[in-house]
């Protein structure tokens, strides 16, 4: 199933997803994150887009999977975090 | 004797040459092949550009784009989209291990940012930094910024508002519930100003250039030697240009 969210985190910037999801298992098929954040380095931002893939949309599992891709690949987020990005996600399941 | 850095005045290129130059400073200047540049230029034609992360078909109206002759490219820059008119375009390229520069990623737009508050100080507007990219004078923007750093090299651009035509922004940028439009629009007329607003006239180019100038010596103590890109740079521009900032792949890849 295709979804979409937008999001302003807060203190930050707006987050906008695209997300296609297995709705019988909800596992992440495939991800987009796009908005006006900054993330350094930038291609980072593809790395988590693909570690996510297959991800289970669990809230506390999402967070506790991008705050390990955020340490292992030594991503810097401004105007954007993990908290953020997780909620942006679960948005979606709707 | 003061640090010399070099200043590069590039006029009315396209998005694309504008968007390879940055990026060939970046390279050459990681290689140790140039000091650190300051570059003052503007668009020709206008151009929106777009943040790194952002979907181009999300933020622009490609139509109305080609409709009015505006070009768009994709930044290597984080940030949002930005429609290039009436306006001062800087950039700087300069080692991230520089001692000027903070590694504090915040702490280095406030810094460079500096260099453009004390700028519009020489043309008697006042203004400071608000993070985490603007610059606000009386309560409204009038310069947006953004930051990569890329092979141990921090690359910022950022522009100064001259004069802005939100009706016509607005019609080049996706608008997400059309019938907001003119909520939109009066919402950012009251957040956005211009050099043109605060003064009650225009400034020419030159008179922008020069006072970011002493801007820019000010805030880093330097004298900026007005210089031209090297043969590599030049090689490399072609190169990005060509390769990156004018394809359909980069700019629609997200």
Same mark, same amino acid.
């Given at each position: 199933m295709k979804s979409y969210s937008i999001y302003k985190v807060p203190n930050g910037k707006l987050l906008k997803i695209f997300l296609e999801y297995n709705?019988? $298992?909800?596992?992440?098929e495939s991800l987009k994150i796009t908005g006006d954040f900054f993330a350094y380095?930038?291609?980072s931002i593809e790395t988590i887009e693909y570690k996510l893939k $297959?991800?289970?949309?669990k809230r506390e599992f999402l967070l506790e999977k991008i705050n390990s891709i955020i340490k292992e690949n030594q991503i810097k987020f401004i105007g954007l975090n993990a908290e953020g990005l997780t909620e942006g996600i679960m948005m979606c399941l709707k | 004797m003061k640090e010399q850095w070099r200043l590069l005045i590039t006029e009315d290129n396209s998005a694309y040459t504008n968007m390879a130059m940055d990026r060939a400073e970046l390279v050459s200047i990681s290689r140790k092949k140039a000091p650190p540049t300051v570059r003052f230029f503007t668009w020709k034609p206008s151009a929106i550009s777009i943040g790194y992360f952002q979907s181009l078909k999300e933020e622009v109206n490609l139509d109305a784009c080609k409709d009015l002759g505006v070009d768009y490219v994709r930044r290597i820059t984080g940030g949002g989209a930005v429609f290039h008119d009436k306006e001062l375009t800087y950039s700087i390229v300069i080692?991230?291990?520089?001692?000027?520069?903070?590694?504090?990623i915040i702490k280095s737009y406030e810094r460079i940012c500096g260099a453009i508050i004390k700028g519009l100080k020489q043309i008697k507007i006042e203004s400071k930094y608000v993070p985490i990219n603007d610059i606000l004078s009386k309560g409204k923007k009038i310069s947006g910024n953004a930051q990569t750093r890329k092979e141990k090299t921090v690359l910022q651009h950022g522009t100064i508002i001259m004069d802005v035509d939100v009706e016509k922004m607005f019609s080049l940028l996706i608008v997400p519930n059309e019938k907001i439009r003119d909520k939109l629009i009066s919402d950012v007329k009251q957040r956005v100003t211009s050099v043109k607003h605060i003064l009650g006239e225009e400034i020419s180019f030159k008179k922008a250039c020069d006072a970011m100038k002493i801007g820019f010596e000010e805030e880093f103590n330097i004298e900026l030697i007005k210089g031209d890109l090297t043969g590599e740079e030049i090689e490399l521009t072609d190169k990005f240009e060509k390769e990156?900032?004018?394809t359909t792949e980069w700019n629609h890849r997200r």
């Open positions: 709705e019988k $298992n909800n596992n992440i380095p930038e291609e $297959n991800a289970q949309l | 080692p991230e291990s520089h001692r000027q520069i903070p590694k504090n990156f900032f004018s």
